[in-house]
Nanobody
């Protein structure tokens, strides 16, 4: 079994900050560190897009649209990941999904957490 649970979404004003968290658990992942954990987002009428990823070794990647404003990091608890969002923009409004990836056959998604941007 695998569980991926996001938290931290909500209503935020432009320019403010927000922190999303994700925890992956379950026997599927065993006792090891998940190879890649990442955040994706999907706005209404748009395709799901990659936001940021982090490997077990700490290597990060970011979408160009969020580079410099978003920071992905591994949590202190194994297989948790955070997404710090600074200087939120209206275009950041979306459902944010966490992904836990060990292999093409072992990739799991959370249910998503809504980020709403409104003044």
């Amino acid at each position: 079994q695998a569980q991926v649970v996001e938290s931290g979404g909500g209503l935020v004003q432009p320019g403010q900050s927000l922190r999303l968290s994700c925890a992956a658990s379950g026997t599927t992942f065993g006792i090891g560190i998940i190879y890649i954990m990442g955040w994706y987002r999907q706005a209404p009428g748009k395709q799901r897009e990659l936001v940021a990823t982090i490997t077990s070794g700490g290597r990060t990647t970011y979408a160009e649209s969020v580079r410099g404003r978003f920071t992905i990091s591994r949590g202190n608890v194994q297989n948790t990941v955070h997404l710090q969002i600074n200087n939120v923009r209206p275009e950041d409004a979306a459902v944010y999904y966490c992904n836990a990836y060990n292999s093409p056959r072992a990739t799991y998604w959370g249910q998503g957490t809504q980020v709403t941007v409104s003044s």
